[in-house]
């Protein structure tokens, strides 16, 4: 069976699924009741300085739902801790204590000044947790006293308060970025100049879920009056991923450990991460929707999984796919693949033909006969995966490669060539452009 | 046998009456409509649209019911189907749209009639009127018949801005919605409601109790108004081929069902202790249940072939089943037995089906029996029609139409029942609303500059 247990920055633990700095983390009741279901670590709700921040008696959150009133996407306005500084030490001294092989990371986030951080810091090492996390993410509330996101958003604060906190603590410090800036790659470097040991991300994307109509105001609303909040779930993930395989791939930050965090419903979710380069996950929307108990899920689909690829430990694993994301402009323009449909797994609900109609190559009948049949065209089809995205038969429709065949569309050959933008003789900055016969590319076959 | 024949009211306690006729399909709440609308796959030219007599555009009104716009779904309903709310009931959706439905590849179809049902409720409830007569035509047409056909013409010429006069010779319009159709289906006067709903449109004056023949005739109307529809339904019931001897309580199941749909007091109606139903459509299956929740001990249904050859759909035999109807097949009634005037015992034949045709096996048997209520389908009777003057053709025993409706008479057109094709709500309502639609441009052909 496969070893789940993980060394992040030094901090181990028994498995990579992590509980995010967030509600459920906020006490110790809840953090218990998380390691009894076997999360492998938590990073408890960021800590900030006495007194307490007050949250809204309204309400804390939004979602937009898909069918079945599944949550897709989760939004909050909920602020860090609002329980005694004091309080949440103790607790989280004691859990550590009672739970030597979990992960306990703390959040935190004090306002912008070396003393503030300093003076943090000393009182959470006495806590003999094993680390720190810097929330530089949140998008709300905390963003408009120049915390949270406010400083995510500047790669010198970033870069700043990384360094002050190297200096003034022995425990590994990870940074948490915000997805709310232009390019993440910049964050990430900042957190490694600074001295960081890892990132974690994305926080919340800055979001307003949906308008009430009768109230016009944003939904949920506070007494008629609503704001921005942080936006999470499945519907993150895809953000979250492309973000992740931006710092595992940069020049500058590759091979900087990652806290992938996003969406994380699954064994496959975390397993996406993991491929794209974080060593462990987080998880928070999955947790709040289903309960803690979905970690049994996940630790043994990630270990069937695991088995079933011949991986012994995650790190087997971990960044494997960094490889395989590239620019744009390295994509083999020499490759072609037709849409292909599978005429019994087919239910004739004629998706793909109206899509494919009305929106993009008029590539798949309706009628075949005189029978209603949705049948790809090869000679118009280019591939675009449209029709497959809209069946509701789960692979049903699946794209082929060509081997060593005429693409009926270009007329053009398909034997396994590779040419890609940088190459190719429509770029007048091909940098070795190779012989192209233009008319065959353009000219539809017969 | 001192009790015979024993039939008498109130065999059940008035709650358990009240709760047997209660709705067939309990409406869905918001909850369950919205789970239900989401499995609809909003496919391209839907296999459903395609099955549904009238087109209605079924993936549409279910999405604007999972929108949260159940009443723009009713109004997508009623605009191909006035009579939605009872198709919605009544319909035989698994032998039509739901049939269709792609997602029946899963073994569960859309549940799109009870969808429908939702959606025409939510508008009912509200008491909006969606429709008005249109600008003022000055033509005058004549409906013959209240029912799901006539009064789905008439509706379909006032939104157009025509006349129009719908002869009814019952007292009440609805027709079989009103008379015919089991009171489970359609429970709370919802039938009255949606011919008020119909009738709401303006335009349109119904004179009850004038019937075609007797009071007014073909001929008259064609002279009087600009065009007639026929929408007379079927006026006869088959004989069952054998000598009744005057017994008393032998009965037409129609009859019964009328009986019991216009009662205030269901508690009030006799009902045998014994009940024979012969017959195999929707009318049979109607009357056999009904009998057996007004407490009838012993129902049973007989038809004369098997359980696939029924007319009555399979969910509604299986409504039999459930509720404790005997279902016999092939065998058919030969004879009457009776006792001092009255039914006694119904002796039957067994038949079976050799080289593709149904013969009699010459073993028998007898039931005993109350009442008996004969269903083996109803006929149209040309007499009604039937003018010295004007000869209307017919075809297989009913009147003949083309495609829009159009009889061999030049001002008449004709639909329902009384014409050829499926004998369902659903269709009678697309024969009304296409033979308004011809009616319409004929008329606009005689009258071009009527509306300047």
């Known amino acids: 069976m496969a070893d789940l247990s993980v060394d992040f920055v030094g901090i181990k633990a028994p498995n990579p699924f992590w509980l995010a700095s967030a509600p459920p983390t906020d006490k110790a009741y809840n953090v218990e009741r998380a390691f009894r279901a076997g999360w492998g670590g938590v990073v408890w709700k960021t800590l900030g300085e006495d007194p307490p921040v007050v949250n809204v008696s309204g309400p804390r959150y939004g979602a937009i739902h898909g069918p079945d009133r599944r949550v897709i996407g989760f939004n909050n306005i909920e602020l860090i801790t609002d329980r005694p500084l004091e309080v949440n030490l103790r607790e989280i001294k004691e859990v550590k204590r009672k739970w030597r092989d979990r992960a306990m990371v703390v959040s935190l986030m004090v306002p912008c000044t070396e003393e503030s951080w300093k003076a943090i810091l000393a009182r959470v090492e006495e806590t003999e947790a094993d680390g720190v996390e810097l929330n530089f993410g949140c998008p709300h509330g905390m963003s408009e006293r120049g915390m949270g996101s406010a400083v995510g958003q500047v790669p010198e604060y970033v870069e700043m308060v990384a360094r002050w906190c190297k200096q003034h603590t022995r425990m590994p410090v990870i940074v948490k970025l915000t997805p709310n800036v232009g390019d993440i790659r910049k964050p990430a470097e900042a957190a490694k100049r600074g001295g960081a040991d890892a990132v974690s991300l994305i926080n919340t994307v800055n979001s307003i879920m949906h308008v009430d109509l009768d109230a016009m105001s944003p939904w949920p609303h506070t007494g008629g009056k609503g704001t921005h909040g942080g936006m999470c779930g499945p519907a993150v993930k895809p953000i979250a991923l492309n973000m992740t395989a931006e710092i595992a791939r940069s020049e500058v930050t590759r091979g900087m450990p990652i806290s992938g965090i996003g969406g994380i419903e699954t064994w496959k979710d975390a397993a996406e991460f993991m491929a794209l380069g974080a060593g462990t996950v987080q998880v928070c929307t999955a947790a709040m929707v289903y309960g803690f108990k979905i970690v049994e899920e996940m630790k043994s689909g990630l270990s069937d999984w695991m088995d079933q690829k011949g991986y012994s430990r995650v790190s087997d694993f971990v960044g494997r796919a960094v490889p395989n994301v590239t620019d744009w402009q390295y994509l083999n323009l020499d490759y072609a693949v037709k849409a292909s449909i599978d005429q019994d797994a087919c239910i004739k609900c004629g998706r793909c033909h109206i899509a494919c109609e009305d929106t993009s190559h008029q590539a798949i009948t309706n009628m075949v006969d005189g029978v209603r049949k949705f049948e790809v065209i090869e000679e118009e089809c280019v591939g675009c995966n449209l029709c497959a995205v809209v069946c509701p038969v789960e692979n049903c429709i699946t794209m082929v490669p060509l081997e060593n065949e005429v693409d009926k569309r270009t007329g053009r050959m398909v034997d396994g060539s590779y040419r890609n933008w940088t190459q190719h003789p429509n770029n007048p900055m091909a940098k070795e452009p190779v012989a192209y016969d233009t008319d065959a590319a353009l000219e539809p076959a017969e | ?452």
């Open chain 2, 1 to 452: 046998m001192s009790t015979h024949p024993d039939i008498s009211a109130g065999r059940l306690p008035a709650a358990d009456i009240e709760a047997g006729f209660g709705d067939l399909h309990p409406a869905l709440d918001r909850n369950e409509a919205r789970v239900a609308s989401e499995r609809c796959l909003f496919c391209y030219d839907a296999p459903c649209i395609q099955a549904c007599p009238t087109s209605i555009d079924i993936p549409l009104f279910i999405r604007q019911i999972s929108t949260g716009n159940a009443e723009g779904a009713a109004k997508t309903i009623l605009d191909a189907n006035i009579f939605g709310g009872m198709c919605a009931r009544v319909c035989p959706t698994e032998t039509l749209c739901e049939e269709a439905c792609v997602r029946m590849a899963e073994g569960k179809p859309v549940e799109i009639g009870r969808l429908q049902r939702y959606a025409t409720d939510a508008l009912f409830s509200t008491g909006r009127q969606l429709y008005r007569q249109g600008a003022a035509t000055g033509a005058r047409v004549a409906v013959v018949g209240a029912g799901p056909a006539g009064l789905s013409c008439a509706h379909k010429l006032a939104t157009l801005g025509h006349t129009v006069d719908v002869y009814e010779a019952r007292a009440k319009a609805g027709g079989l919605n009103e008379h015919g159709i089991a009171a489970y289906k359609t429970t709370d006067g919802f039938a009255q409601a949606e011919v008020d709903f119909v009738m709401g449109v303006g335009g349109i004056t119904l004179h009850a109790g004038k019937r075609l023949g007797r009071d007014v005739t073909l001929a008259g109307l064609a002279a009087e108004y600009d065009a007639v529809f026929l929408g007379v339904g079927l006026q006869a019931v088959n004989a069952l081929g054998i000598e009744e001897n005057g017994l008393a309580n032998i009965e037409d199941a129609v009859a019964f069902i009328e009986r019991l749909r216009q009662t205030s007091d269901l508690a009030s109606l006799p009902v045998g202790r014994k009940v024979i139903v012969v017959g195999g459509g929707m009318t049979a299956v109607d009357a056999a249940v009904q009998a057996k929740k007004l407490g009838a001990e012993e129902v049973t249904l007989v038809y004369r072939r098997g359980a696939d050859a029924m007319p009555a759909s399979k969910y509604e035999q299986e409504v039999a089943l459930t509720n404790g109807v005997v279902i016999r097949h092939f065998a058919r009634p030969y004879a009457v037995k009776g006792e001092g005037g009255v039914l006694a015992s119904v002796l039957f034949m067994r038949t079976a089906i050799e080289a593709g045709k149904l013969v009699d096996t010459g073993e028998t048997f007898e039931l005993p029996a109350d009442q008996l209520f004969k269903a083996i389908g109803q006929v149209f009777l040309p007499t009604d029609v039937a003018d010295e003057s004007a000869v209307l053709e017919l075809e297989g025993g009913k009147i003949k139409v083309d495609a829009e409706g159009r009889t061999s008479l030049p001002k008449v057109w004709a639909g329902g029942d009384c014409t050829r094709g499926k004998d369902l709500t659903v269709v009678a309502v697309e024969d009304g609303k296409q033979a308004a639609l011809s009616i319409d441009r004929a008329l606009a052909a005689r009258m071009p500059v009527a509306a300047e």
